[in-house]
């Protein structure tokens, strides 16, 4: 559930300062690479932006947390995003800034504390903090971007039909709901770089009752993204390495 606005400034305060610097100011321990590439976005066939992004597990204060960073360019608009998140998938620590041109349109800033939420936006309209409940198994899911979906497929064994419905976010949109992921095959094919590569496709129904179509290899690494609503297709530039 959204609870109410959230009273105590400081931590707001120090929420903003991890969106502006995501790295902080303490020395971490090496983090492993679990995934680094990029995807390029066409809508109606024509090419409109492109999405870089890395995954990497880190050794935090939290113990070990898997960290996916991305930068994407789609139209005039650039976003770059920061997503920490446990062994479920469940958000840590948040951050994600948006530009159109050279005007900042939104800056979102978040943190688990105690059981719970905590975020706090800053754009054009205003200032607005929120706070909600973590349930078990939640899970981020913006409506915009691609590697996010990498943590909704992580070590998710399913069955082919077979699915499972897990608590979601969306910061940006201040809400939260549902998204039900299912395996829908677990043969499939994606042709990257001219590549053939063997793929599993999963199809993710969003608390807005948006449906996505992801296709990822058998480690989990994603190679494509499909909305048939808006046209839009990401396809992996390159294979997984």
Do not use: H
Request: aromatic letters at 4%; one cysteine or more.
């Amino acid at each position: 559930m959204l609870l109410k606005t959230i009273p105590w400034r400081p931590l707001l305060a120090g929420l903003l300062v991890n969106a502006t610097c995501p790295g902080g100011l303490v020395a971490q321990p090496p983090a492993a690479r679990l995934d680094v590439g990029s995807f390029t976005i066409s809508v109606n066939g024509q090419r409109v932006g492109r999405e870089q992004f890395s995954m990497q597990q880190v050794t935090t204060n939290d113990g070990g947390t898997v960290e996916v960073r991305s930068e994407s360019a789609f139209g005039e608009t650039r976003t770059a995003l920061r997503l920490e998140a446990d062994s479920a998938g469940t958000p840590v620590r948040y951050s994600v800034e948006s530009r159109r041109g050279a005007e900042l349109t939104l800056r979102l800033g978040g943190q688990r504390v105690r059981g719970r939420f905590a975020t706090l936006a800053r754009s054009s309209t205003g200032e607005a903090a929120r706070e909600y409940l973590l349930r078990p198994g939640a899970v981020v899911v913006e409506d915009e971007g691609v590697v996010q979906y990498a943590l909704l497929l992580r070590r998710r064994a399913l069955a082919p039909g077979a699915g499972v419905t897990l608590p979601s976010l969306t910061p940006v949109a201040n809400s939260q709901g549902a998204v039900r992921v299912v395996l829908e095959a677990a043969t499939d094919t994606v042709v990257i770089a001219g590549a053939r590569r063997s793929a599993r496709r999963y199809r993710i129904v969003t608390a807005t009752g948006d449906v996505r179509l992801v296709w990822a290899d058998t480690d989990g690494l994603l190679l494509r993204l499909s909305i048939p609503s808006r046209g839009l297709e990401a396809l992996r530039d390159d294979v997984p390495r």
